[in-house]
């Protein structure tokens, strides 16, 4: 059991965490570059680079503030080393690089996927094994078999986009902002209101669906995510002179892809039963999303674990947490280099 401080920067949240044995945070500031990418629609890689290089400096010195770190408090420093912008990774690395050497505690580098599974553990859940693990974020859409801390398998990801680039790309053609998940779940929250129906009732509506079923023969052989497709449909059929029809376009399009993504893990979890579920990532944030796979697993019998809504986007806290299964187990990670590659192993 430990005290590490960990070093979030993969993408556009600058975050840094003070957590005691993975589980319980004492300090997390964290900063979202959101507002600044907003005006271009998506991350600009090299304002990331240079927001997080201005922010880490000041958010270090908030938690150190509060909680005054001597020397020996420490066990270990903790970062997202992959996979990421290289050039946001890169600042990280360097900023926790030289905290370690500071604090002369070593260097744990954290696959960023493992850390928005092991984000379950800030919520008094374990990371469980052998597990199935889906990961849904704005760079990744995949379920992997989680056999032990490190060890992973592949079960399906990707043919195109992921789950929360879908998103982020439907709310840039309806013109809703950025990021898209939130905003397209507003949407569509607005428009269940509007017909009169409660949130829960949303298969009421499906007979109206203009958006066709995704991958709907491909998913009985194999698990495999395709968000591009339908993404190309709602492009057709959206008309911007007409704004009244935005609410019921992301109504429709929100539901298409929580359908995709509830058969993709039933079918996963039809090729490897009775093991739990722990579903995370960006994504996870959407209430709709939640609530359909809860009820998959009730009705598969299978248990669900999903992090807070608070540590399903980037933050530092998970970094920490998946650090701390390493070094519990006294095993060393993997993943010691900046790496754009997502082998994760
Ligand atoms: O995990 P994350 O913070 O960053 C990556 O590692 O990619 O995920 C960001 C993604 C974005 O695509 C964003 O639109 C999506 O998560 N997201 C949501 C919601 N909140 C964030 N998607 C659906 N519903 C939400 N409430």
Do not use: W
Not at 66 to 72: D, E, K, M, S, T
Not at 209 to 215: A, H, Y
């Amino acid at each position: 059991m430990g005290l590490g401080l960990a070093f979030e920067s993969s993408c556009d949240e600058t975050g840094v965490a003070l957590v005691e044995n993975g589980r319980r945070v004492i300090s997390a500031p964290l900063f979202s570059q959101i507002a600044m990418h907003r005006p271009y629609g998506g991350i600009v890689p090299e304002y990331a680079s240079r927001a997080h290089l201005e922010k880490f400096t000041p958010l270090l010195a908030e938690i150190l503030k509060a909680h005054p770190l001597a020397p020996g408090d420490l066990d270990y420093v903790a970062v997202t080393t992959r996979p990421g912008l290289v050039g946001a990774l890169l600042v990280g690395y360097q900023t926790a690089r030289a905290a370690a050497r500071h604090f002369q505690v070593p260097l744990i580098g954290v696959h960023h996927l493992e850390a928005h599974l092991a984000a379950v553990r800030l919520s008094g859940h374990e990371l469980q094994f052998p597990a199935l693990g889906m990961i849904l974020s704005g760079g990744n859409s995949a379920i992997y078999r989680l056999s032990s801390v490190g060890q992973t398998e592949l079960v399906g990801d990707t043919l195109d986009d992921a789950a929360g680039e879908a998103l982020d790309k439907a709310a840039q053609i309806l013109r809703l902002g950025y990021p898209g998940g939130p905003a397209i779940e507003k949407q569509a929250a607005l428009y269940l209101e509007r017909r009169g129906f409660l949130t829960g009732e949303e298969a009421k509506l499906d007979a109206e669906n203009p958006f066709p079923l995704i991958l709907k023969s491909l998913e009985r052989e194999r698990v495999q995510f395709s968000f591009s497709g339908i993404k190309t449909a709602l492009l057709r059929r959206f008309d911007a002179a007409k704004p009244e029809e935005v609410p019921a376009l992301a109504f429709f399009y929100q539901d298409r892809i929580v359908e995709h993504i509830v058969r993709n893990l039933a079918h996963a979890i039809g090729l490897n039963p009775k093991r739990p579920v722990i579903a995370a990532g960006g994504v996870l944030a959407n209430q709709r999303l939640r609530r359909a796979l809860s009820q998959l697993c009730e009705k598969l019998r299978v248990p669900l674990i999903v992090p807070e809504n608070q540590f399903c986007t980037d933050n530092a806290a998970m970094v920490a947490a998946a650090a701390e299964l390493y070094f519990e187990a006294g095993l060393k990670s993997p993943y010691t280099e900046i790496s754009s590659n997502n082998g994760f192993a």
